[in-house]
């Protein structure tokens, strides 16, 4: 992948389809999966998007994550977002389905994508579905569909509240994922501020990006607390120390970058708060059992 493919780019890739940038209020649209490029005669490399998506699907494919794939045969809800890179194997041609996109501006009023489970792990990324749900979100789609087409001047304020059913519905049959942390305790306070400055430097965007913060000492110190009392709050909370949470964030990335950029691995290792390649690629080897180069060439 070069670069984040920008909602200007999909819809140059899309025939019969009309760009209408929403400047006001964020983007929002809906698109029939057979109307998606297909790549035929090349395999889809990793693409990391400017937008979120929720599709639903119908047929045999395959989603590859950095971290995980998973294997289509009827009916799911896929979702995707900015951070992670992913690609799309269509196993056959027969593919359905409807597409809806959308910034964080056009739902920011009703929720952060962010906060949701969907769109925060790859484990809740494709969700298989039944029969029955599969027709009633088809036709919250289609409803979608129809309602971008009329005049109504609240209209997406309607659609607003559309999504939201839908990205709902993933949440209810979304597999169980980690303790949600609502910041009643001082524990959950820090473990919250901590989260948010970790996160806050992915995801990296260009080469010339470099996180800030790498250590256990700089978290605490950005924070004002003692490291000891970070590492205890965070333990109570997550059950992992702030050493444990930093890595496997720095290897998420790390994964991410191999899989979805053609960046070299020095500057990889750069970006990611190392000063020498070979450091990384002992770091990353000892918490993947493998080089960073065999993971980018690992399918």
């Known amino acids: 992948m070069q670069g984040i493919i920008k909602i200007e780019d999909l819809y140059k890739s899309i025939k019969e ?3 209408d940038n929403l400047v006001a209020i964020g983007h929002f649209d809906v698109i029939k999966v057979e109307d998606l490029p297909t790549y035929q005669g090349k395999p889809a490399g990793y693409l990391r998007q400017a937008y979120y998506k929720v599709s639903l699907v119908y047929g045999h494919s395959k989603i590859h994550y950095p971290t995980k794939s998973f294997e289509i045969n009827g009916a799911a809800l896929v979702f995707t977002n900015p ?10 041609n027969d593919q359905q389905g409807y597409v809806c996109i959308f910034t964080r501006d056009f739902l920011i009023s009703l ?23 599969a027709e009633k979100l088809k036709n919250t789609f289609i409803e979608m569909m129809e309602e971008l ?26 597999p169980n994922g980690t303790r949600q942390i609502i910041g009643s305790n001082a524990n959950e306070r820090i473990t919250l501020a901590f989260l948010v400055l970790l996160e ?26 003692h490291v000891n009392h970070l590492n205890k709050a965070l333990h109570e909370i997550t059950g992992s120390s702030t050493s444990t949470l930093i890595n496997n964030r720095i290897i998420l990335e790390a994964k991410n970058l191999l899989k979805g950029t053609t960046w070299a691995v020095n500057e990889i290792s750069q ?15 000892r918490h993947q059992g493998l080089s960073p180069n065999k993971f980018r060439t690992i399918d």
């Not at 109504?152 to 309607?158: G, Q, T, V």
């Not at 970006?271 to 080897?285: I, P, Q, V």
């Open 17 to 19: 389809t009309i760009y």
């Open 111 to 133: 929720a952060n994508p962010d906060d949701l489970s969907i769109y925060q792990s790859v484990d809740c990324g494709v969700i298989s579905i039944h029969e029955k749900l």
């Open 200 to 225: 806050r430097q992915f995801p990296i965007e260009n080469s010339a990006q470099k996180i800030r913060l790498s250590g256990p000492g700089e978290f605490a110190e950005a924070l004002n607390i």
């Open 83 to 92: 951070k992670t890179p992913y690609k799309w194997e269509r196993i056959t």
């Open 149 to 174: 087409k009329g005049n109504y001047h609240l209209k997406y304020d309607l659609l607003r509240y559309m999504l939201m059913e839908i990205l709902h519905q993933g949440q209810k049959i979304a």
């Open 271 to 285: 970006a990611l708060g190392f000063d020498e390649s070979n450091h990384f690629s002992t770091f990353f080897k």
